[in-house]
């Protein structure tokens, strides 16, 4: 038989029992009640008849005034246990009293008066008796005992009795009942038998019942076991199906945590970001703040390790376990979708996701669809790291190759560059920095003139499509700024002053990673792979030397001046074109500027119709005439920067979507003294030695006013 810890019997028995006592108890409270009061009422009778019978002998002492008959009357009355004290009283001079203990009040007793034995009429005094309040409250409560121990027996016996009729009426068949129900097993077509005594009773219906419920069940358990090797089956399908998709796809409700049912891709997907001992995402702060400590100190798991993710907090895995804003504008986000139950609203929120994101080396693109029927995020992750890698390596190659192309187009542009990067470097740059410690005044100045070197020098080597220095020079533009912008808030203040010595040993640090920096030689390392080191060795020089170029220069000026009307034409023409060989058409020297200009544009958003530079044909020396052009450099920049407006910004204003740059070039001699233009010849070479335009078709110099 099964042993039960808390039988049905004995707490039917322990219930009933303490019923029974608490009935007692409420009856011993009545009884205390009633015997008091009756013995209350008795004393009170048996009172009016003590005075009753010596009424009479009182009137008579009262009348008298004699005490001693009023004593053995006070004497007789307080042989009577319930009385404690008594008094006679005459309206004479007579007042006895007899009492059995100390300070007994007589107000609170009960006076009877005494009549005048000679007419029956007149009240002559009174007879006062007070009752013993503790004998009466003594009896009453010894008849409440003798009532309640006469409870508490009967109250055992009803126990004993119940204890014994229940535990064979209930008990046992109970009992027996449990043991043949844990006996059964769904299945084996075992049903319970019904004793013939038990057959019309609750044990009967009981056991009915149980057979029923037996029978639905096994009912139940085959379609049960149907459904679920169908269900298995379909989710075999359907999980073959998403593990070998190449995506992962995973949900999670409004507390963050993964559902069970995920692709396998998710675990390869988030290898970075699992960790052991991951949990349910806990609202506390603190809480969170040391399992974060926790995780931190801990080992991360090897993919062969983790079987599963769910229960993971989808934030973890996609962030990792450190706080960001990126990290917490999702939760938002994820917050907001949520509660929104505007279907508009919610797409909009979705669409505020991110569609992409970085875990550990891998690129993931996401996709998102919210499930309404069970308030599910779906979360479709795909890996993109390759396509990422190839389309970063295109990039780059794409990028090497047009620094490689622009440094062919414009070899000029780029050896000048260099140069004056390298100048920059071991002269302009030293000499700066040393100014800058010695002359305390012109500290301002100075780092103002640094400021605008670098930020030019920035804006050519990105037009030059130079791979890593415009980066650089970024930095090096940044810092200047920084050290500018200490030296605008120390102005005024005195040059000893220790913040003015901090920004002496910046500039001093600033020189230093200047001057020793190889970034620039890292580009130029992709130009010598692609080009050969002769490109570099020969500065795009590749028909003549600049000496010679200069000496066949002059010796067309010697016979072009003394042999002029002597050669043929054919021959005149060579040595035109040998006097202007180190010329160049100015137009060329800023073509740069027009492809810079373009890319600016289309980083920033705006829209400008194609151009050229326009205008005159001035050949000029391009030693002289190279830093100018590229000095132009923020002219371009600033003009799509600051003086177009976006393509939406131009159609508000009524003006066309695409924007208009008109680049012309046109020699205008200026009369210096006078300040007003006068005409010069087009097509014309400046002389860079004589500083005067040559006639490009006579090749002999012309005049010009004091002024260009």
Request: glycine share 4%; proline share 4%.
């Amino acid at each position: 038989m099964t042993n039960v810890k808390r039988p049905l019997q004995h707490r039917l028995v322990l219930q009933v029992t303490f019923g029974l006592l608490i009935f007692s108890i409420i009856a011993a409270i009545f009884t205390y009640r009633y015997a008091y009061r009756h013995q209350l009422n008795s004393n009170n009778q048996v009172q009016d008849q003590l005075i009753a019978t010596i009424k009479s002998q009182a009137e008579i002492a009262a009348f008298v005034n004699n005490e001693e008959i009023g004593h053995e009357i006070l004497s007789g009355l307080l042989k009577n246990p319930f009385l404690k004290a008594a008094r006679i009283k005459s309206n004479d001079i007579m007042q006895l009293e007899l009492t059995t203990e100390n300070n007994v009040d007589f107000s609170s007793g009960q006076s009877y008066p005494l009549l005048s034995p000679v007419d029956g009429i007149e009240v002559i005094g009174s007879i006062t008796v007070v009752q013993d309040e503790r004998h009466i409250k003594e009896n009453a409560t010894e008849v409440s005992k003798t009532f309640t121990l006469i409870m508490l027996g009967q109250i055992f016996i009803a126990t004993i009795l119940i204890m014994l009729v229940s535990r064979r009426v209930l008990g046992i068949p109970v009992v027996t009942l449990a043991d043949d129900v844990r006996s059964v097993k769904p299945g084996n077509n075992y049903r319970l038998k019904i004793p013939p005594m038990h057959r019309d009773d609750e044990i009967g219906l009981l056991s009915r019942s149980v057979n029923q419920l037996i029978e639905a069940a096994e009912k139940a358990i085959a379609d049960a076991t149907s459904s679920h090797l169908a269900a298995e089956a379909a989710n075999r399908a359907r999980s073959q199906f998403l593990d070998n998709s190449g995506e992962g796809f995973l949900s999670f409700g409004k507390n963050l945590c993964i559902d069970p049912e995920y692709s396998h891709e998710c675990i390869s997907i988030f290898k970075a970001n699992i960790y052991p001992s991951r949990t349910k995402p806990e609202s506390d702060d603190e809480n969170i703040k040391e399992r974060e400590n926790n995780i931190k100190n801990s080992d991360f798991l090897n993919i062969e390790d983790v079987e599963t993710i769910d229960e993971n907090n989808i934030c973890d895995l996609l962030f990792g376990m450190e706080s960001s804003d990126a990290k917490q504008r999702f939760k938002k986000n994820i917050e907001l979708i949520f509660n929104e139950s505007c279907e508009y609203t919610r797409e909009l929120y979705l669409s505020l996701l991110p569609a992409s994101y970085s875990i550990g080396e891998k690129f993931i693109k996401a996709r998102y669809h919210f499930i309404a029927d069970n308030s599910k995020l779906m979360l479709i992750l795909t890996d993109i790291t390759r396509e990422k890698q190839l389309e970063k390596h295109v990039q780059t190659e794409r990028s090497r190759l047009k620094f490689v192309i622009a440094a062919v187009r414009e070899p000029r542009d780029f050896f000048a560059i260099l140069d004056d990067i390298e100048n920059f470097k071991t002269k302009t740059l030293p000499s700066l920095s040393s100014k800058y410690e010695k002359e305390a005044d012109s500290r301002t100045d100075i780092i103002l003139e640094l400021y605008r070197y670098i930020h030019t020098f920035k804006g050519v080597f990105a037009q030059q499509q130079f791979l890593l220095y415009p980066d650089f020079l970024h930095e090096m533009e940044n810092r200047i700024s920084s050290i500018k912008d200490k030296i605008l808030n120390l102005h005024g203040r005195s040059p000893a002053t220790p913040d003015h010595e901090n920004t002496v040993s910046e500039m001093k640090q600033f020189t230093k990673e200047f001057t020793l920096e190889n970034i620039l030689q890292q580009d130029i390392a992709v130009i010598s792979e692609f080009l050969g080191d002769e490109f570099m060795s020969r500065k795009g020089n590749v028909i003549i030397s600049q000496g010679l170029a200069l000496k066949l220069e002059y010796m067309a000026n010697a016979l072009l001046e003394s042999m002029c009307n002597q050669i043929d034409k054919e021959i005149v023409d060579i040595l035109e074109k040998a006097r202007r060989l180190r010329y160049v058409n100015i137009k060329s020297l800023l073509k740069p500027h027009v492809e810079g200009t373009m890319q600016l544009a289309k980083r920033l958003g705006k829209e400008i119709t194609p151009f050229d530079i326009e205008g005159d044909d001035i050949l000029v020396h391009p030693d002289t005439f190279s830093p100018f052009t590229r000095s132009l450099v923020n002219v371009f920049r600033n003009a799509v920067d600051h003086g177009i407006e976006t393509a939406e910004e131009r159609i508000d204003c009524n003006k066309s979507e695409y924007a208009t740059i008109d680049c012309r070039v046109k020699l205008q001699q200026i009369d210096a003294a006078a300040g007003t233009p006068v005409d010069a010849t087009a097509g014309t070479p400046v002389d860079a030695t004589a500083g005067t335009p040559v006639d490009a078709t006579a090749g002999t110099p012309v005049e010009l006013p004091p002024a260009l």
